[in-house]
C-alpha cells in the first residue's frame, strides 16, 4: 500500500494558536472506520518550525512535568512532540530509534486527551505500515519498539473502530482484550470473597440460632417439670 493512500486531516499545532483542544477532542472520533492511516497536517507556525528551538531543549520541561504530573506541562510537551513529528513529515516517517526515543519522553501512558492519542495512534499506523513495506526497515527489534508504543498509549479512550485497521499489529488487539479482562476479573474476585465473608456469617448465625433453640428446648423442659410439682 502506497503513501498517497493515506487521508489528510488539518489540525492546529502549537504555535500562533493553542485553541486546538476542542478541534482534537473533536476528531479524536472522526474516521474511525478508516484502515489506512491519517495524516495530521499542522496549521501555523511556531518556533519549534523554523529550528530556533530544538525537540531537546523538551527534556528539561518534561522532566517537571513528570514531578508535577497535575500540570498541563506534559499535556503541551506531547503537543510539541506530535507537531515535530508531523512537521517533518515529508511522505516518511521517523526512524523507529528516533520515534522511540520521542515516544517515552512524551510519557504517554498519563495521557487523558482523545485527540492526542488519536494523533499518536494515526502516527504509529503509518510508521507501521512503512516498516512493513517491500522496501522497509523492518527487523524483529523494530517491530516490538512499534508494539511497545502502541502499548503506552491508553486506546480505551478511543472508538473501537480506529483499531480496525491492517496497520494496527495483532499484539495490541490482544492486548487491548486483556486490559478490558482485567475489572472483570476483578469484579469476580471481589464477588467470590463477598460470597466467602457472607457464608461465614450465615454459619456464624446458624450457630446462634442452634444455641437459641437449645436454650427454648431446655426452658420448655423446665417449665414442664416446674408444672407438674404444682400440680403434686
Not at 486531516?9 to 493553542?18: E, F, P, Q
Not at 526512524?95 to 522511540?100: E, F, H, N
Not at 478490558?180 to 470473597?193: C, K
Not at 450457630?207 to 410439682?229: A, G, M, P
Amino acid at each position: 500500500t502506497g503513501h498517497d493512500e493515506s487521508h489528510r486531516v488539518t489540525v492546529g499545532g502549537v504555535g500562533a494558536s493553542l485553541s486546538c483542544a476542542q478541534q482534537q477532542e473533536s476528531w479524536a472520533g472522526e474516521r474511525a472506520c478508516q484502515p489506512e492511516p491519517l495524516v495530521i497536517e499542522v496549521s501555523g507556525e511556531c518556533l519549534w518550525d523554523v529550528g530556533l528551538l530544538h525537540i531537546d531543549c523538551l527534556r528539561t520541561v518534561m522532566d517537571a512535568g513528570r514531578a508535577n504530573p497535575q500540570e498541563p506541562i506534559l499535556h503541551f510537551g506531547r503537543r510539541v512532540i506530535m507537531r515535530h513529528l508531523w512537521h517533518s513529515h515529508k511522505g516518511s516517517y521517523c526512524a523507529v530509534p528516533k520515534l522511540q526515543e520521542l515516544w517515552a519522553l512524551a510519557c504517554w501512558p498519563l495521557c487523558e486527551d482523545s485527540g492526542l492519542i488519536r494523533e499518536a495512534l494515526e502516527y504509529l499506523k503509518g510508521t507501521y505500515r512503512e516498516l512493513l513495506a517491500p522496501c522497509g526497515a523492518w527487523c524483529s527489534a523494530h517491530e516490538e519498539a512499534i508494539f511497545q508504543m502502541f502499548a503506552a498509549l491508553d486506546l480505551e479512550r478511543l472508538p473501537g473502530q480506529v483499531l480496525l485497521s491492517p496497520w494496527v499489529p495483532p499484539q495490541v488487539h490482544l492486548v487491548r482484550l486483556l486490559v478490558q479482562q482485567q475489572p472483570h476479573e476483578q469484579f469476580t474476585a471481589e464477588l467470590h470473597q463477598e460470597v466467602l465473608s457472607n457464608s461465614d456469617s450465615l454459619r456464624s448465625i446458624h450457630q446462634q440460632c442452634d444455641k437459641l433453640s437449645n436454650r427454648l428446648n431446655i426452658v420448655e423442659q423446665r417449665t414442664v417439670i416446674n408444672k407438674s410439682q404444682i400440680n403434686d
